[in-house]
């Protein structure tokens, strides 16, 4: 249907935003026979799951992004001085450039930009507003400079905004398989799985055979870790643990039942069943998570978890919006759009640039919302590094446990299709404000990167944004990306959307 034939229509269903959940939404109601209008305001698929170019995100820092959910973007870009060798950057060093609330005032002030010229310095140009030294962008300095040459490789890279992986028996795996999407979206393997302290990165055994095979861990240690698995992977050992155990925490079980301390407590409870610093879980629930863990290795080779080639997350919910489409729902991206109750009191008058639509019922992700409330808050760094530093042409899953909490990164590189050869990159995120947590992240990140330097760092805060006022009952939102480090909290909160909707 053409976006001029759409005035006057009318919708059982529209969907405002291209994220994941909202994606997953819009492709189940059209197979199930709704008819669907799916938007999206911003000119690109993926909402808080988008991944773009380093030019693109630097655009999208500028000019898309939701200043309510990500109120500031700082980067840092390293430098080094005429004649001498790149130095070693410290990440809490002052950002080269900050990117607040009024960027987009700023970035459209900015009479210096041209209609035409490279990417490199089209980029360079939105940025040099909120540079912290003054930037004169016809004379760059060392950080412009450095910039400029990252750029030049600017399409070798797909940066996500909120990188996630998939168990190999988790919710998504299963949805994409149920959907037949899973025939054409490219997954690689998560080959690996590193516990990271301050004194070192260790390789977390991940199956009876590394167990065996490991050299860092003792006789002992290796019988401990043993027993932890065969029990807790066994049902009818676990289930008699719990019963025992009643309603303890899994830490304290891990130190009491199964003799746990130190790395080994640190490996088990922070990267196998993914425990945050200051998140409380019983028996029953840690249990369950090893099990998930476990269960997951062999069904694709001897990896827990997929990685999506081409931007994750992203490339995921472009092929469910594709889904929809065949179905017969209709799309229009890069259009304002508001939503009013309906002047007869049924359904919801939705106004766009090419007309005014009709719809029963409207899914919307929160940032569509006019008034929201904050709900809770992450920190996210995204560093491009210039070496590999947990293998060649991998991927990696790693958890920094520091003294003051606890920090889940990812790891890609270009067998994922995310960085140009001999480059990579670190993702590292962790619950709470960045000006709480900055420092968390740059010693994470200091850990886990050895001896490589840290080209470009880019630090923001995400808000969970909650719709407050008056809501429909027949108004669903959606709440977008969490901390977890895998992608089934997303389908679970999509398909109970779903259910909602179609009965």
Not at 253 to 279: M, S, Y
Not at 470 to 494: C, F, Q
Request: one cysteine or more.
């Amino acid at each position: 249907m053409a976006e001029r034939e759409l005035d006057g229509q009318s919708f059982d269903l529209v969907v405002l935003g291209t994220g994941l959940e909202e994606a997953i939404i819009a492709s189940e109601a059209a197979a199930a026979g709704k008819s669907v209008l799916h938007i999206d305001r911003n000119p690109y698929y993926g909402g808080a799951y988008a991944s773009f170019t380093l030019n693109g995100l630097i655009e999208w820092a500028v000019c898309h992004r939701d200043q309510r959910q990500i109120p500031i973007v700082e980067i840092l870009v390293s430098t080094k001085a005429e004649g001498e060798e790149e130095r070693r950057q410290q990440l809490t060093d002052q950002p080269t450039f900050v990117i607040g609330k009024d960027s987009r005032g700023a970035a459209a002030s900015d009479p210096a930009e041209p209609a035409t010229g490279s990417r490199a310095s089209e980029a360079l140009r939105r940025l040099a507003p909120f540079a912290t030294n003054n930037m004169c962008v016809d004379e760059p300095d060392s950080a412009a400079k450095a910039l400029l040459e990252l750029l030049q490789n600017d399409r070798n890279y797909q940066i996500e905004l909120a990188p996630k992986v998939a168990l190999c028996r988790g919710q998504m795996i299963d949805l994409l398989i149920d959907s037949g999407i899973g025939e054409y979206v490219q997954f690689r393997g998560v080959e690996h799985n590193y516990l990271v302290r301050d004194n070192g990165v260790e390789r977390v055994p991940e199956s009876k055979e590394d167990i065996f095979a490991s050299t860092t861990l003792s006789l002992i240690e290796k019988r401990k870790l043993m027993r932890v698995i065969t029990t807790v992977a066994d049902q009818e050992q676990s289930k008699a643990v719990i019963e025992q155990a009643g309603g303890v925490l899994f830490e304290k079980l891990l130190r009491e039942r199964f003799k746990l301390d130190g790395k080994l407590l640190d490996a088990v409870l922070r990267c196998v069943a993914r425990v945050g610093f200051n998140e409380q879980v019983d028996a029953a629930e840690g249990c369950r998570r090893i099990q998930r863990y476990v269960t997951s290795m062999g069904r694709y080779g001897r990896m827990a978890y997929l990685c999506g080639l081409y931007g994750g997350g992203s490339e995921i919910a472009q092929s469910f919006c594709r889904l929809c489409a065949v179905a017969g729902g209709t799309y229009v991206l890069g259009e304002d759009v508001s939503v009013e109750p309906a002047n007869d009191g049924a359904g919801f008058t939705v106004s766009l640039g090419v007309g005014t639509i009709k719809a029963a019922r409207v899914v919307m992700d929160s940032t569509y919302a006019s008034t929201v409330t904050h709900g809770h808050v992450l920190s996210r760094a995204i560093c491009i590094l210039d070496a590999h530093i947990l293998g060649e042409d991998t991927t990696a899953l790693a958890t920094y446990v520091g003294s003051s909490g606890v920090v889940s990164m990812l790891y890609v590189t270009q067998a994922t299709m995310a960085a140009p050869k001999g480059k990579s990159i670190l993702y590292a995120w962790v619950e709470g404000r960045l000006s709480e947590n900055k420092v968390l992240l740059c010693h994470a990140i200091s850990a886990t990167r050895g001896n490589a330097s840290a080209l470009l760092t880019l630090f923001m805060e995400t808000h969970s944004l909650v719709a407050s006022g008056s809501v429909s009952d027949d108004i669903i939102h959606t709440k977008g990306p969490d901390a977890t480090v895998d992608l089934d909290s997303a389908v679970t909160a999509a398909q109970s959307i779903t259910e909602l909707i179609l009965g």
